[in-house]
């Protein structure tokens, strides 16, 4: 079954400090892995996109890392300020079908 | 601005009244999508089309209906509500159903329903 898994649940940080997301999936056969940043009571803006060949992917304080063989996914987020506080979300595509996969989030909150 | 609109944003209904939430997207995309968010259980697809007049079940379709009449717009109706049916909805687009590409998909800001 194809299935997509987050952690940690909730995170809380101090403003300034660093954290790591993880994402773990067992759909197959793996097309991309994308994830997202949810803002309450907004809808999820894409952060990175990787397919099977990219390993790493930054966008700002944002970096995203894939281990295809694993089947692993993390999200660093680097000196992190107040308004990261969302829920981020793992999303992960099939080569067949038609559907994406969706992780149920990691809510981080920052802290000043 | 490139953009997927929802609307309404709020809706409180009761039970078995029918509604429809649209949705529109100014960017050409071929691929729709309708979500459910709940809580603990993250998003969840109910509905997604490929194109105009093509459209397929997600994950969890019961109770629900879609159309595909143009590209641009691609309403969720609900025939028959009920209260688990409350939950906060969103619509998404991409420029085609994204296999080894790196379609960015676009979604809405989102309906709130609640079914009374």
């Known amino acids: 079954k194809n299935q997509v898994e987050q952690s940690p649940q909730s995170l809380i940080i101090l403003e300034g400090k660093n954290c790591t997301l993880q994402?773990?999936?067992?759909?197959?056969?793996?097309?991309?892995l994308r994830w997202y940043k949810q803002d309450t009571g907004r809808g999820p803006v894409s952060l990175t996109i990787?397919?099977?060949?990219?390993n790493t992917k930054s966008n700002g304080r944002y970096t995203a890392t894939l281990d295809a063989d694993t089947k692993q996914s993390s999200l660093h987020i680097t000196a992190s300020q107040l308004s990261d506080s969302a829920s981020y979300i793992c999303?992960?595509?099939?080569?067949?079908?038609?559907?994406?996969?969706f992780g149920t989030g990691t809510s981080l909150t920052v802290i000043p | 601005e490139a953009q997927v609109t929802q609307n309404p944003r709020y809706l409180i209904t009761v039970t078995g009244k029918k509604l429809t939430v649209t949705c529109s997207q100014n960017?050409?995309?071929?691929?729709m999508s309708w979500y459910r968010q709940d809580p603990g259980l993250g998003l969840r697809q109910i509905y997604y089309?490929?194109?105009?007049?093509?459209?397929d079940k997600g994950d969890v379709p019961e109770g629900y209906k879609v159309s595909r009449k143009e590209k641009r717009n691609f309403p969720l109706i609900l025939e028959s509500p009920s209260p688990n049916q409350t939950s906060l909805y969103f619509c998404?687009?991409?420029?085609?159903?994204?296999?080894?590409?790196?379609?960015?998909?676009?979604f809405g800001a989102g309906t709130r329903l609640s079914v009374l």
């Open positions: 990787m397919t099977f060949s990219e």
């Open positions: 960017m050409n995309h071929e691929y």
């Open positions: 994402c773990n999936y067992t759909v197959s056969p793996f097309s991309n």
């Open positions: 089309s490929m194109n105009v007049e093509v459209t």
């Open positions: 999303v992960v595509s099939a080569i067949t079908g038609n559907q994406f996969y």
């Open positions: 998404a687009s991409s420029l085609g159903r994204d296999r080894v590409t790196k379609n960015i998909q676009y």
